[in-house]
């Protein structure tokens, strides 16, 4: 702790002093990851897992042509010892035509453990996951705009030397397919490697929509990434909340209706207004359109001021904690902010739409900085949130300084459920 505390000192003197010493690198190449060549068409791949409840995980998995549906799973590698049947289904798209898409949920598990896993009985390949643990302390991985550039695989590579996060939060702007439907299959193999082993809980930015025919459709994410909405009360899987440990986080859809009569704004509220800060101190907010934005890039669309404009207040009178954004393509950290102004209970705003899109960095920032925005950097990274109790967690940005992981921001912060001014307040 005390390492950190210097290092925070070192950071801010020489922001004082000048700008840091930084030039960014060069943009690096778009991917397109095939299937392996000793794959056959019955092969499971693009692996990832899902919260579901506190103690079931989903596990979502392709082939290109039907295989069994069933997950074996167990605590000791190749001893399986309990089995579930997934549900399948597919889609098609101009076209496009996906393979077999299973979702199978299991449990109950115990946190905190490792389970090994194959899917479709298929022996060949064996993943393993860890739960999350029950209490604290928990560590989130928070990456936006992720993509499929040699950027997007040295974000990835550094959040796999982490070997002790316990879930990786992404809010919007997966795989860059827009209505490229085959960049979906190889963004599902591009993840694999860290989704099959931790889970993934997502929300969905503007190039997550196949825009080509109107109306804009989120065809291929419902199809792929099913997140756990029915079990918070959603009608829909752009938006939903989840438990774990001692933290609420919701997931709020920027590109679906908003307004106070919509049906998200209905269930954002009772979700809100449901929640046990006893049980959950924490809360967390992720959307893609940032609400607060320094940067020139996408300033005054609508995704954001209108959503802000019918949503901040909720998330003010709840005492939500932070609020997760991506869009932008640069990292920027406010501090607590409502309606434009510092304000001690209002959430702070984190901009992390870094982690590697195809698009290129916004380094475009408006002169001079504000005083509610503390640290802005147009450099590709990701954040590493570590909740350490009820009331303290530990917020860093790791940019991506070639092939290194190098802290650049840092904070400590206190829930808002343990300031007085706050909670006296609602």
């Not at 990835?156 to 397919?177: C, F, R, V």
């Not at 702070?348 to 870094?354: K, N």
Request: with cysteine.
């Amino acid at each position: 702790m005390a390492s950190r505390g210097l290092f925070i000192v070192a950071m801010v003197a020489g922001i004082i002093g000048g700008a840091l010493s930084y030039t960014r690198p060069p943009p690096r190449e778009t991917l397109f990851i095939s299937a392996a060549d000793y794959q056959s068409p019955t092969t499971p791949e693009q692996v990832h897992v899902s919260m579901v409840g506190q103690d079931h995980i989903r596990i979502s998995w392709v082939t290109q042509s039907p295989a069994p549906t069933t997950v074996d799973y167990g605590t000791s590698s190749a001893n399986y010892d309990s089995s579930a049947q997934a549900n399948t289904t597919s889609y098609s798209y101009l076209s496009y035509q996906s393979g077999q898409i299973y979702q199978a949920v299991i449990g109950p598990l115990q946190p905190d453990t490792v389970y090994y896993y194959r899917c479709s009985s298929d022996s060949s390949r064996e993943f393993s996951f860890r739960t999350p643990p029950a209490q604290f302390p928990l560590d989130f991985v928070v990456i936006g705009d992720l993509g499929q550039t040699g950027w997007t695989q040295s974000t990835l590579q550094h959040i796999s030397n982490m070997p002790n996060y316990d879930m990786l939060l992404l809010p919007g702007d997966l795989s860059y397919a827009d209505y490229d439907e085959p960049r979906w299959d190889s963004y599902g193999r591009l993840v694999e490697p860290l989704a099959s082993q931790r889970p993934w809980m997502t929300t969905t930015g503007n190039h997550d929509v196949e825009k080509k025919v109107p109306p804009a459709h989120f065809t291929a994410y419902n199809a792929r990434w099913r997140m756990p909405f029915e079990e918070s009360n959603s009608n829909s899987n752009l938006y939903y909340s989840f438990n774990v440990a001692g933290v609420h986080v919701i997931m709020l859809c920027s590109y679906t209706h908003f307004s106070s009569d919509s049906d998200q704004y209905a269930w954002l509220q009772n979700d809100l207004s449901s929640i046990d800060r006893t049980k959950t101190p924490w809360v967390f907010v992720l959307l893609h359109a940032p609400w607060y934005n320094s940067n020139y890039a996408h300033q005054g669309e609508k995704a954001s001021v209108g959503m802000k404009a019918s949503m901040e207040g909720l998330l003010y009178q709840y005492h939500v904690d932070v609020v997760f954004a991506g869009h932008v393509h640069a990292y920027e950290r406010f501090t607590r902010v409502y309606n434009g102004q510092a304000d001690e209970c209002g959430p702070v705003y984190i901009t992390i739409g870094d982690g590697g899109n195809r698009e290129g960095l916004a380094s475009n920032y408006m002169d001079p900085q504000p005083d509610i925005s503390l640290f802005r950097e147009a450099s590709f990274g990701h954040g590493e949130l570590e909740v350490a109790n009820g009331t303290n967690a530990f917020w860093s940005w790791h940019r991506n300084d070639d092939d290194e992981s190098v802290e650049a921001d840092s904070v400590w912060l206190t829930t808002l459920a343990a300031n007085p001014n706050c909670v006296s307040s609602n």
